[in-house]
C-alpha cells in the first residue's frame, strides 16, 4: 500500500483586486500544451530532435504534400494515456481525430489534426499544494493529441520572414483545465505540478525555454459570490468575458501576464465598456499583454472528422498494462520520504520536486540515517551546486561517494567539521572520500589520552577563562573550540564536551 500525503483541501482561495467600485475576483482556466517525448512525430516518421538544422527533420506528410497520409505514432498514443493514468484521468477507449482548419505560413497543410469532439483521455485531475498540508484540487476537463505547427522567422532578414517546419508534425498533449484556478500563484504552482508528474512519467520533459510546455491562460473576473453562482448552475456567464494571452513558458510571467490582464479588464468595467473576448500575447519586457486577434469558436475552424484517419480504438487490456507500469509519483514519493525517513513536509516537498534529486537522494539514504542524508543533500550538495550553476545531474560527486562520507562519519573516522574538508575535496576533485581521509591523514583522534592531554593543556594556559566558565557553564564551549583547534580539527568532539566538562566540574 503506498504512502499517503496527509492533505487539507482548501476551498478556492481567489485572488481579492480592489477596484474603484469595490471588490474582484479571478477566475483562470489553462490550456498546456506539453511535447510528446517521442523521439518522431505524431503522424509521421521524422525526427523530433530540437536544435536541427531548419527544415531538416520534415517529412512529405509534415509539408502537406499531396498524397500523402499520416499514420498515428502507436508510442505517442501509448504517453498519452501514461499521462491520463498519471492524472487520475477517465481514459477514451474511442477517440477520434478532426481536422482543425486555419491558414498560417508555417502550417503547410491549412489544418491542423486535433482532437475535439472525442478526445483519448477525459476527466481528470491535479491536486496543487499551496502550503504544508494545505491542498487544492484543480480538475481536467480533458487530453487530446494534436500536431504542432512550424515556426515563423522574423529576425533573419529585414524584408523577409522565413519558416522552419521542424516542429511541424510532433505530437502535443494538450491538457485543459477547468476555470479552478483563482489566483496567479495557484496558476503557476499547477502549470509546476503538471510538469513535475509528467516529467516522473517520463511522457514530457517539461523543457519550457525550448517550447516543449507552454500555457494558454484565460483570464476573467467577476464579482464576489458569482463564481460560487456558477458552480451552483455551471453557467459560465457569471464568470465575465474571459480573454486568453497564447504561449506562456515562464512560471514568472503567468503570473505576471494574469494580474496585468485581470486589472486591464476590471479598469475597462468600471470605465463602462466591455472586455471583448479576443487573444492576446504577453509583452514580459513591458509587463502588459496586448490584443493579438479575435477569440476564435469552434465554429471558427469548420472542425469535421479527419477523413485520412480512422477512429482510434485502444484495448482495456493495453491501458491496463500500461497501468501496471506506472512509476511511483511526486505526491506517493513525498509521502514515502517522510514516512520512511522521517523528513519534514518542506524536505521531502524539495528532494522529490525533481525526479533524478529524489532518485541520488534515496541512493545515499539507502541503509544509512535518512534525515542526516537529507541534511547533507540538501544544505552541502543543492547548496553546493546553486552556487556554481549546476543541476543535480551534473554533480561532481556522486550519491556513492557522499554515501562513503556519511560512513565515515557513522564509523567516527571522521567528524562532522572534517566530514565538511573531504566533501569539498571530493567535489572539487573527483576523489574517493575514503582516499582522500587515508592519504591526507584526516582520522578522527578517538584516543582519549592524547585528547585528555589537550584539554589539560588548554585549561592550564587560561585561568582566567577557567573561572569565567565555572561561573558560566555556557563559556565551557570556547575550551572546546580551544581543544578541537589544538588537534587540527581531527578530535572527537563528544569525548572533547566530555572531558571538558569534567575537568571544569560542570
Not at 477525459?122 to 487544492?136: L, N, P, Q
Request: with cysteine.
Amino acid at each position: 500500500m503506498p504512502a499517503v500525503l496527509d492533505l487539507t483541501f482548501d476551498a478556492p482561495k481567489p485572488k481579492v483586486i480592489s477596484g474603484a467600485t469595490g471588490d474582484w475576483e479571478l477566475v483562470i482556466g489553462l490550456e498546456v500544451h506539453a511535447q510528446v517525448a517521442s523521439r518522431a512525430k505524431l503522424f509521421s516518421g521524422a525526427s523530433t530532435q530540437f536544435g536541427a538544422e531548419p527544415n531538416s527533420n520534415v517529412a512529405f506528410v509534415d509539408a502537406g504534400m499531396p498524397g500523402m497520409l499520416p499514420v498515428i505514432n502507436e508510442g505517442c498514443v501509448a504517453l498519452a494515456v501514461k499521462t491520463g493514468l498519471g492524472l487520475k484521468a477517465q481514459i477514451n477507449l474511442w477517440s477520434a481525430f478532426d481536422r482543425k482548419n486555419y491558414f498560417y505560413p508555417d502550417l503547410p497543410q491549412g489544418y491542423q489534426i486535433s482532437q475535439l469532439y472525442h478526445p483519448i483521455v477525459g476527466e481528470g485531475e491535479v491536486i496543487v499544494e499551496m502550503g504544508a498540508g494545505i491542498a487544492r484540487r484543480v480538475r481536467i476537463e480533458r487530453i487530446h493529441l494534436e500536431q504542432d505547427a512550424g515556426k515563423s522567422i522574423h529576425d533573419m532578414d529585414p524584408a523577409m520572414s522565413f519558416v522552419d517546419l521542424n516542429r511541424t508534425g510532433v505530437a502535443l498533449m494538450e491538457i485543459v483545465s477547468r476555470p479552478d484556478i483563482r489566483g496567479p500563484e495557484e496558476a503557476a504552482a499547477y502549470v509546476g505540478k503538471l510538469r513535475q508528474i509528467m516529467r516522473y512519467l517520463g511522457t514530457c520533459d517539461g523543457n519550457m525555454q525550448n517550447g516543449n510546455l507552454r500555457a494558454d491562460v484565460n483570464v476573467s473576473v467577476c464579482r464576489p459570490g458569482d463564481y460560487e453562482k456558477y458552480q451552483e448552475t455551471q453557467d459560465f456567464s457569471h464568470l465575465g468575458t474571459r480573454c486568453e494571452i497564447k504561449n506562456m513558458n515562464s512560471m514568472r510571467f503567468i503570473q505576471q501576464a494574469i494580474e496585468y490582464e485581470a486589472r486591464r479588464q476590471i479598469a475597462l468595467i468600471e470605465d463602462g465598456k466591455s472586455v471583448v473576448q479576443e487573444t492576446r500575447l504577453f509583452d514580459p519586457d513591458r509587463g502588459e499583454t496586448r490584443s493579438m486577434r479575435s477569440k476564435e469558436e469552434a465554429h471558427d475552424y469548420r472542425y469535421f472528422p479527419d477523413p485520412d484517419l480512422l477512429p482510434l480504438e485502444i484495448e482495456q487490456a493495453w491501458v491496463d498494462d500500461i497501468a501496471s507500469a506506472l512509476p511511483e509519483l511526486p505526491d506517493e514519493k513525498k509521502a514515502r520520504f517522510m514516512a520512511d525517513f522521517g523528513l519534514t513536509d518542506y524536505d521531502a516537498s524539495v528532494l522529490t520536486a525533481e525526479l533524478e534529486a529524489a532518485r541520488y537522494f534515496e541512493e545515499v539514504a539507502a541503509g544509512r540515517d535518512g534525515k542526516q542524508a537529507a541534511n547533507w543533500v540538501l544544505n552541502e550538495l543543492f547548496g553546493r551546486l546553486n552556487k556554481d550553476g549546476h543541476p543535480i545531474t551534473d554533480s561532481p560527486i556522486g550519491a556513492a561517494q557522499l554515501g562513503q562520507i556519511l560512513d565515515l562519519m557513522a564509523a567516527d573516522t571522521i567528524n562532522g567539521k572534517i566530514a565538511k574538508e573531504v566533501f569539498e575535496t571530493a567535489y572539487t576533485t573527483g576523489r574517493e572520500p575514503k582516499e582522500i581521509v587515508e592519504t591526507e591523514g584526516l582520522t578522527q583522534v578517538t584516543d582519549t589520552g592524547a585528547i585528555e592531554a589537550a584539554v589539560d593543556q588548554v585549561i592550564a594556559e587560561n585561568p582566567a577563562q577557567v573561572e569565567k566558565a565555572k561561573a558560566n557553564p555556557k563559556l565551557a564551549g570556547w575550551f572546546v573550540g580551544q581543544v578541537m583547534k589544538a588537534t587540527g580539527g581531527k578530535a572527537n568532539p563528544k569525548a572533547v564536551n566530555e572531558l571538558v566538562a569534567a575537568k571544569l566540574g560542570l
